[in-house]
């Protein structure tokens, strides 16, 4: 089956153009800033002194239907969003566009890529109890943070699978290995 989906680039030039339309189906949307229509999230790498146009197609963002294909939805560029994964996923797929805008406007709002990263190694290291102990007994020691980060950096690179971001459970996994070697 051939991809009949308009270019993302022509889906954003609908919504920027029907700003009506935007508050119910696209309550973040911005032409200059690339972000997922139903929670807002975003990284700060895909704008980077890029066109609009370049921006949003560097986007890891997906071509969600309001009404699935397979449902009679039409390829009509008003007929999609952009969204992240977890919202293309969890989006309701029904024939009524009544639904798809009340679960938008029910959807939470997610940080950037770069935040949401920070407060996964931050939950990580909540579960590794051993970590603060261990950083204070480096500090008493005449070491530096950037000790740490460089046992950090050497146990990151064991686990890093090309093409792949850290799962929070690495990143545990990381956090426990550098708090062993600096508090055997
Ligand atoms: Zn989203």
């Given amino acids: 089956m051939t ?6 680039w022509t889906i954003v030039q609908h919504w920027a153009a029907d700003p009506q339309g935007c508050e119910v189906f ?23 002194g890029r066109s609009a146009r370049k921006a949003w197609e560097r986007a890891t963002l997906e ?4 009404i699935p294909a ?4 039409a390829s009509h560029p008003g ?10 996923k969890d989006s309701p797929d029904w024939d009524e566009p009544l639904e798809m805008a009340n679960w938008i406007s029910r959807r939470d709002e997610r940080p950037s890529k ?3 990263h920070v407060n996964t190694w931050l939950r990580a290291a909540d579960r590794v109890p051993l970590l603060k102990p261990a950083l204070r007994e480096l500090l008493s020691r005449g070491g530096t943070a950037e000790d740490a980060i ?9 686990a890093v699978l090309h093409g792949s ?9 990381v956090l426990r290995a550098t708090a062993r070697e600096l508090f055997p």
């Fill in 3 to 8: 991809d009949t989906r308009p270019a993302k």
């Fill in 114 to 116: 770069e935040v949401e």
């Fill in 79 to 88: 007929n999609f969003l952009l969204l992240c994964r977890p919202c293309h």
């Fill in 150 to 158: 460089g046992v950090m950096r050497r146990h990151v690179r064991r």
């Fill in 70 to 73: 397979g449902l009679g939805g």
């Fill in 165 to 173: 971001e850290l799962s929070e459970g690495t990143m545990e996994a």
């Fill in 26 to 48: 696209a309550p973040y949307f911005d032409v200059d800033e690339p972000c997922c229509f139903a929670c807002g999230w975003y990284s700060e790498r895909w704008t980077e």
């Fill in 63 to 66: 071509r969600a239907h309001i």
